[in-house]
């Protein structure tokens, strides 16, 4: 069964600094991953998404995230974080069982200290 | 403009109270999906439909009712036997067999 863990409940940076967000998967077999961005009281935004096509791949905002499939990992980072970064931060991993469902992680809160 | 709507953006409800929840999409996606949301927690499905007038059950669908009647639209009804229903409620639709999924603006329901 196809499962994610998000590592950190809650994440702190300074404005300006990289901002790090971990995810590890755990799926049979090369699952598509997605991370999707929650500001408060919103819908969820999708920040990018990985397919196998590139391990490396660029989402919006300035978001990056790179597949390592030798550590099962997902992380998402930025390379300055800026105010409007601050929400909730979804990874999220296809459910192989069921071609439209998806599985989602806990979630990881992002402040940015000003 | 092409999107998810979701209505009302807040709900309350007394105790016991059937409440629908409305979803509309107009980008003509086959699926559409319910989750909902609590605090410090992920998305947890509810009901999801591949096709208009079909449905199945999601992880958590004990006290939740559905229709899709119309490929636009997806309504979730809460019922008086969903033990706690305030939470945050989130839409969402894709194409059908895609893992890519798009979500409302969702809606908060308070059960007072």
């Known amino acids: 069964a196809q499962s994610v863990t998000q590592l950190d409940s809650h994440v702190s940076v300074s404005e300006g600094t990289p901002v790090l967000l971990r995810c590890n998967y755990s799926s049979s077999y090369s699952p598509s991953l997605f991370w999707y961005v929650q500001h408060p009281n919103k819908g969820l935004q999708l920040l990018l998404k990985?397919?196998?096509?590139?391990?490396l791949v660029k989402g919006i905002n300035g978001f990056e995230a790179e597949f390592k499939k030798s550590e099962t990992s997902f992380h998402l980072t930025k390379p300055s974080a800026h105010m409007s970064d601050a929400a909730e931060y979804f990874c999220v991993v296809s459910d192989l069982t069921s071609a439209s469902k998806i599985i989602f992680g806990s979630g990881t809160r992002l402040s940015i200290r000003p | 403009d092409g999107g998810i709507t979701q209505s009302p953006k807040y709900l309350f409800r007394k105790e016991g109270q059937n409440v629908t929840l409305s979803c509309e999409q107009n980008?003509?996606?086959?699926?559409m999906y319910w989750y909902r949301q609590d605090p410090g927690q992920g998305l947890r499905l509810i009901y999801y439909?591949?096709?208009?007038?079909?449905?199945q059950k999601g992880d958590i669908a004990e006290g939740y009712s559905v229709s899709r009647e119309k490929k636009e639209s997806f309504p979730l009804t809460v019922t008086s036997a969903q033990k706690n229903p305030t939470a945050f409620y989130l839409c969402a639709s894709s194409f059908q067999g895609a893992d890519t999924q798009y979500f409302g603006p969702g809606t908060r329901l308070t059960v007072l």
């Open positions: 439909s591949q096709i208009v007038n079909d449905f």
């Open positions: 980008l003509n996606h086959d699926a």
């Open positions: 990985y397919t196998s096509a590139a391990t």
